[in-house]
């Protein structure tokens, strides 16, 4: 789960506001489980450090989970170090940190590593487990993987089974990896949002459970969004936090009935509201990017305008319909505008 960044847009749906309410609780949540009293009441400590990383932590102490990979800016590497610590020492976890560190270069999913006293900044990757030698594979095998070598397909395999990542999204990620040059493989093949699509575009059936870009209660990307093992994972999950935190398990309901138009990068609007068919019935939305954290450079300033523009266009209305070409903002039974889907994978509604 990422810290999300919320769009600045004008007040359009000012009276609109129930999700960003709901995030806001879903954040002070997230920061509630780094109170060490929690501990005299048996109940999960979470460092603050890991608060990004809050359900897999969650399940790796359960065991829900073999072992939990992070990273981390070097600026944050004291603080990560202090809380590594501190999780070896209240649940005997064991832990590494990287000897190499990356250079994030390019939005292409890959990055060049180097050693740790290089000059330049770079992020650490660090790896948590009850078992000694799954840390110290998990830190070969992430790093290996993110290497531009020929061998990073087979560490990404290892390193996703190593996760505990059922086999059949073991499969689906290897049809996701293997960036080449064309265009056209980029759009189709990199980063996690089109990877959600690609889930999307396999799934004759949608699990509340599986089906949001938002709440990801599983590390992995589903082979379809009703995949049963994937499923299992966060129903054992659910169960997890319906011990630890029960008001926060309506929070999570709460985003499992959003409805996502999903962008071509990583951006999406949530929305509250009924589907029938292709026609979604909204009461709120609130658009939410990743992208102006991590993609950037890759992100045309002309798609940036025509979310923009979306986004504007969406606050005037209360109801959207998706057709192969567009899709059509209505207020009540009148048109307001169109929006021009530029490939067949941008804009999913589900
Ligand atoms: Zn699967």
């Known amino acids: ?22 995030i806001n609780l879903l954040n002070t949540y997230r920061q509630s489980f780094a109170d060490r009293k929690r501990l005299e009441e048996g109940k999960t400590y979470v460092p603050l450090p890991f608060k990004n990383y809050l359900f897999t932590y969650l399940a790796l102490i359960y065991r829900l989970k ?37 250079l994030i270069n390019s939005p292409k999913d890959e990055s060049d590593v180097v050693y740790s006293d290089d000059p330049r900044e770079g992020i650490f990757s660090y790896s948590l487990s009850y078992e000694k030698k799954k840390v110290i594979k998990s830190e070969k095998y992430f790093l290996e993987k993110s290497k531009k070598t020929d061998k990073a397909h087979f560490f990404s395999r290892k390193f996703a089974l190593l996760m505990g990542y059922p086999e059949c999204c073991v499969d689906f990620g290897d049809t996701l990896s293997g960036n080449l040059d064309s265009e056209r493989m980029k759009r189709e093949n990199f980063i996690w ?36 093992q994937s499923k299992k994972y966060v129903e054992r999950f659910l169960k997890i936090i319906e011990k630890e935190e029960k008001n926060l398990l309506k929070v999570i309901r ?26 979604l019935f909204y009461e709120d939305f609130l658009p939410i990017s990743y992208s102006s954290e991590k993609f950037s450079g890759d992100l045309s300033k002309n798609f940036k305008e025509k979310f923009k523009k979306s986004v504007v266009l969406i606050g005037k209305g209360n109801r959207i319909k998706m057709e192969e070409k567009y899709f059509v903002v209505y207020k009540n039974n009148k048109i307001i505008g169109k929006v021009k889907k530029d490939y067949p994978f941008e804009c999913a509604l589900f």
């Not at 709440?215 to 379809?224: A, K, R, S, V």
């Not at 985003?255 to 509201?273: A, P, R, V």
């Open 1 to 22: 789960m990422q810290q999300v960044k919320l769009i600045n847009q004008i007040s359009l749906w000012k009276e609109r506001k129930m999700i960003k309410e709901k």
């Open 254 to 279: 709460y985003f499992f009935d959003c409805y996502s138009l999903i962008w071509y990068y990583s951006e999406f609007i949530l929305f509250k509201g009924e589907k029938k068919k292709e026609v």
């Open 193 to 228: 949002s089109k990877a959600h699509i690609r889930s999307f575009m396999n799934s004759r059936k949608i699990s509340p459970l599986l089906k949001s870009p938002f709440i990801n209660l599983q590390d992995h990307t589903p082979c379809h969004l009703n995949c049963l």
């Open 66 to 102: 073999p072992v939990m990979e992070g990273v981390c800016n070097e600026k944050d590497l004291p603080k990560i170090k202090k809380a590594l610590k501190e999780s070896k020492e209240i649940y005997n976890l064991q832990y590494k940190i990287s000897s190499e560190k990356f």
